[in-house]
């Protein structure tokens, strides 16, 4: 695969387009939203410089990202190019379902679609697709230039050529794909986000301060990150809509989005992106 298409410029959308520019994927970008496209290209360069910094990336790499990715406000004739998209859209089933309907019509006949949903099924995101054999469902983790993990996720009818490809492509992208069958939030959030949720409740319960709670898990379980840092880097929102597929999707009330989870996102405090979350950002963070 040479040619991909990223769609969605968010958190998860500008890392992914990165990676893949980074390893010499040509590479562009769209977002439905123009205010979101711009930031995540002065987005992309700062990270570029980030990486370069920290020497996770060389000066060759960083010009090889820039001149490999294109960042478009409309869709047109390059869509005939592409033999790779990978959506990072909001974790709506909706969404996600008009995004692929409106793509099969444009894209080439060896083209693999991959979804980066946390949570939402792949089969039935495939279910009215024309292709559902050359769906996938390819979950990266935040950042996307960083960490190791793919979680690949067969759908139903999605083809061996199809998963083949996928795999091959997480190795050339210097990561480790793991396999999952398609359930809600398939393995890495069934079992992170009712750990989120519940580290807020016990927040909401005063038991403990942000600061707390995240030593506790930092350096009583060997966590990297406590569980409300993590919350703010994925983006409160993202907690929020990946608990509802996990409550819907097992029909199981345990899954429930806490009370302040909900009360934050609908103040606007989405975590990192909007720069408040458990903890206060400033514009470089
Ligand atoms: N944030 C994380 O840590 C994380 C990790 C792994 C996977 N994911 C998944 O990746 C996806 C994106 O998450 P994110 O954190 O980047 O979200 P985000 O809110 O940062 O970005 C979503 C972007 O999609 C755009 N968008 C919405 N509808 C669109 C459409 N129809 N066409 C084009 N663009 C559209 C929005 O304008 C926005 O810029 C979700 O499915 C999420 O579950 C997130």
Do not use: W
């Amino acid at each position: 695969m040479n040619n991909a298409l990223v769609i969605g410029s968010g958190v998860m959308g500008s890392g992914i387009a990165q990676l893949l520019s980074i390893n010499k994927i040509k590479t562009i970008i769209t977002d439905s939203s123009i205010d979101n496209l711009k930031k995540s290209k002065e987005k992309v360069l700062l990270n570029l410089d980030s990486l370069l910094k920290k020497s996770i990336i060389t000066k060759n790499q960083k010009a090889e990202s820039i001149k490999n990715i294109d960042f478009i406000k409309t869709l047109d004739q390059e869509i005939n190019q592409v033999d790779f998209v990978i959506e990072a859209a909001n974790e709506n089933f909706d969404t996600k379902k008009k995004i692929f309907k409106m793509l099969e019509k444009k894209i080439s006949a060896n083209c693999v679609l991959a979804t980066n949903t946390s949570s939402i099924s792949i089969s039935e995101i495939a279910s009215e697709l024309k292709f559902p054999e050359r769906f996938i469902g390819m979950h990266f983790f935040n950042p996307a230039t960083i960490m190791k993990l793919v979680e690949i996720v067969k759908g139903r009818e999605t083809n061996m050529e199809t998963t083949d490809k996928i795999i091959k492509l997480t190795k050339r992208l210097g990561k480790i794909g793991v396999i999952s069958k398609d359930s809600p939030g398939f393995i890495s959030n069934r079992i992170l986000m009712p750990m989120i949720n519940e580290a807020i409740e016990t927040l909401r319960g005063n038991v403990a301060e942000v600061d707390e709670i995240d030593s506790v898990m930092r350096l009583g379980m060997a966590h990297p990150m406590g569980p409300l840092k993590l919350a703010d880097l994925i983006g409160l929102d993202v907690c929020m809509s990946i608990l509802e597929v996990l409550r819907d999707g097992f029909n199981d009330k345990k899954y429930d989005p806490s009370p302040l989870l909900i009360k934050m996102v609908n103040e606007g405090k989405l975590g990192r992106k909007t720069r408040q979350g458990f903890y206060k950002y400033n514009k470089t963070k």
